[in-house]
């Protein structure tokens, strides 16, 4: 079984600031990694994941995530953000093998302001 | 561009009647799902399914069952809507098995349904 932990609820931070959504993960067998974001009013869209390869990997709006398999961490990070970040992310696991279920997270409100 | 579809954006209905949410995928996907999100709870698994007329039970299915006859549309069915089912519903979809499931999933942009 999998289960995701996403460390914070809410993390507010003013426009330009870096930031840092903090996700941890546990399973017994090796699973995919995902960031989803979900703006007001609609459904969630795929921000990025991590299938293998190079731990670091970089998604859309100029968001990243490195995978740390020691710490069984995927933490999301963007340098400078904007007020149109303002949004829910949600972390999520879902196994590589035996099984189709993705898990998430119970999800960070990001909210920039000005 | 690739889509899931859900019929309504805004729903409002009334105690005990029985409530519809379609939802339509284009992208030829083998699994679809049924969320409902609330405020501090995340996403809450209602229903899902791996293939047609194949459905399999989530975490929270007391008060709704579902319906695939056919690959694209999996709906959601409120047998006897009440007020404890005021949500926000996300239907979704995703590749079957293997590295297809490394695709993620595709969501619709949601349903609000009202139960008044």
């Known amino acids: 079984a999998q289960s995701v932990t996403q460390l914070d609820s809410q993390v507010p931070v003013f426009e330009e600031a870096p930031v840092e959504l903090r996700c941890n993960y546990s399973?017994?067998?090796?699973?995919?990694l995902f960031w989803y974001v979900q703006y007001p009013n609609q459904g969630l869209q795929l921000l990025l994941k991590y299938l293998s390869g190079s731990t670091l990997v970089k998604g859309i709006n100029g968001f990243e995530a490195e995978f740390n398999k020691s710490q069984t961490s995927f933490h999301l990070r963007k340098p400078s953000v904007h007020i149109s970040d303002t949004a829910e992310y949600f972390c999520?696991?879902?196994?590589?093998?035996?099984?189709?279920?993705?898990?998430f997270g119970a999800g960070t409100r990001l909210f920039v302001k000005a | 561009d690739v889509k899931v579809t859900q019929s309504s954006r805004y729903l409002v209905k009334r105690t005990g009647e029985k409530v519809f949410l379609e939802c339509v995928q284009d992208?030829?996907?083998?699994?679809m799902f049924w969320y409902r999100q609330d405020p501090g709870l995340g996403l809450r698994l209602i229903y899902f399914s791996y293939d047609v007329k194949m459905k399999e039970k989530g975490d929270i299915p007391e008060g709704y069952s579902v319906s695939r006859e056919k690959k694209e549309r999996f709906s959601l069915i409120l047998e006897s809507a009440s007020t404890n089912q005021t949500s926000m519903y996300l239907c979704?979809?995703?590749?079957?098995?293997?590295?297809?499931?490394?695709?993620?999933?595709?969501f619709g942009s949601g349903t609000r349904l009202t139960v008044v």
């Open positions: 992208m030829d996907h083998e699994n």
């Open positions: 399973s017994s067998v090796s699973v995919y």
């Open positions: 999520a696991v879902s196994p590589v093998t035996g099984g189709f279920k993705t898990i």
């Open positions: 979704a979809s995703s590749q079957g098995t293997g590295r297809g499931r490394g695709y993620g999933y595709t």
